[in-house]
C-alpha cells in the first residue's frame, strides 16, 4: 500500500511537470490530487482501525469464553488440591503426635 501511494505521488508530479496547464490550474489540480489522496488515506486508515478494533473484541468474547469454559476444571482441581493438602497436613500432625507419643514413652 505505501508503494501504491509513493507511485501515487510520483505519477502526480511527473504529470504536473509535463502538463500543458496555467500554473493557477496545475497549482489547483495537484491541491486537489494531494487532498485526495489525503482523504483517502484517513479513509484506509479508518477503515483498518474499525477493523482491528472489531477482531480485538471478538479475540476477546472468544478468551472470556475459554476462560468460563474451563473455570469449572480449574475450581474442581484447585478444590482437590486443597483437599489434598489438608490431608497432607492432617497426617503430618499425626505423625508428630505419634512420634510424641513413642518418645514420651520410652522416657517413662
Do not use: C, W
Not at 482523504?39 to 476477546?60: H, P, Q
Not at 508428630?96 to 513413642?102: D, F, G, Q, S
Request: aromatic residues 4%.
Amino acid at each position: 500500500m505505501r508503494t501504491f501511494l509513493f507511485g501515487l505521488l510520483l505519477g502526480a508530479a511527473a504529470g504536473v511537470l509535463y502538463a500543458p496547464a496555467t500554473g493557477n490550474r496545475t497549482r489547483s489540480l495537484l491541491k486537489d490530487k494531494v487532498n485526495k489522496i489525503s482523504n483517502d488515506t484517513a479513509d484506509l486508515l479508518e477503515n483498518k482501525s474499525k477493523d482491528l478494533n472489531n477482531r480485538l473484541e471478538g479475540v476477546k468474547h472468544n478468551v472470556n469464553k475459554a476462560v468460563e469454559k474451563a473455570r469449572p476444571r480449574i475450581e474442581e482441581a484447585y478444590d482437590k488440591a486443597r483437599s489434598q493438602a489438608s490431608q497432607v497436613k492432617q497426617n503430618v500432625q499425626d505423625a508428630v503426635n505419634e512420634a510424641k507419643l513413642e518418645k514420651e514413652q520410652r522416657s517413662a
